[in-house]
T-cell receptor
Framework: AAGVIQSPRHLIKEKRETATLKCYPI?????VYWYQQGPGQDPQFLISFYEKMQSDKGSIPDRFSAQQFSDYHSELNMSSLELGDSALYFC?????????????FGDGTRLSIL | AQSVTQLDSHVSVSEGTPVLLRCNYS??????LFWYVQHPNKGLQLLLKYTSAATLVKGINGFEAEFKKSETSFHLTKPSAHMSDAAEYFC???????????FGTGTRLKVLA
């Protein structure tokens, strides 16, 4: 079965650079979530989209922005990168909003800031 | 506010012995609870979910969990550990209204030969 696809898998940037992470949800899934997982930490919610509209916002820095496109894929744009942004970034998708709809996760993008 | 607490950061078991990973939740509403497993450098894989149906939930790879409202617990068990079960396990609650996930701090399961 098709899963959530994230690209790139690994990304190395320097401080103050920008980065764009992409997420392709499972076909027919209309909801996308972004999470950030620091080293040895649990994932923290950043932002979510339902039917191309932002549905919730968590601990996402102002330097980051995201959107969901007409084909339901999503991009997380990160600017003025800092050392502390080094983390594993996960995207998850689900079919609709609802507590009984499990989120399916991609393998993540590992972002390293030098 | 909803939250989950994983009571053990590390659990070690011998291969073939039972596994118990403990999770307590805090919620004013009937929660949606999940267990996910994360192998090194991999994404999170759904093991099982509780969404107010049967209180004993069976998942993949022989795992199951029991929702106990009186104890506000959702412990994960497996009768017999396998070497491939070694991973990080997260207990998760889906926040009512927003449906974003709130993760526990994780339990690292080590399986000894």
């Amino acid at each position: 079965a098709a899963g959530v696809i994230q690209s790139p898998r690994h990304l190395i940037k320097e401080k103050r650079e920008t980065a764009t992470l992409k997420c392709y949800p499972i076909p027919r899934h209309d909801t996308v979530y972004w999470y950030q997982q620091g080293p040895g930490q649990d994932p923290q919610f950043l932002i979510s989209f339902y039917e191309k509209m932002q549905s919730d916002k968590g601990s996402i820095p102002d330097r980051f922005s995201a959107q969901q496109f007409s084909d339901y894929h999503s991009e997380l744009n990160m600017s003025s990168l800092e050392l502390g942004d080094s983390a594993l970034y996960f995207c998850a998708s689900s079919l609709g909003l609802g507590g009984n709809q499990p989120q399916h996760f991609g393998d993540g993008t590992r972002l390293s800031i030098l | 506010a909803q939250s989950v607490t994983q009571l053990d950061s590390h659990v070690s078991v011998s291969e073939g012995t039972p596994v118990l990973l403990r999770c307590n939740y805090s919620s004013s509403y009937s929660p949606s609870l999940f267990w996910y497993v994360q192998h090194p450098n991999k994404g999170l894989q759904l093991l099982l979910k509780y969404t107010s149906a049967a209180t004993l939930v069976k998942g993949i790879n022989g795992f199951e969990a029991e929702f106990k409202k009186s104890e506000t617990s959702f412990h994960l068990t497996k009768p017999s550990a396998h070497m491939s079960d070694a991973a990080e396990y997260f207990c998760v609650v889906s926040e009512s209204g927003t449906y974003k996930y709130i993760f526990g701090t994780g339990t690292r399961l080590k399986v000894l030969a």
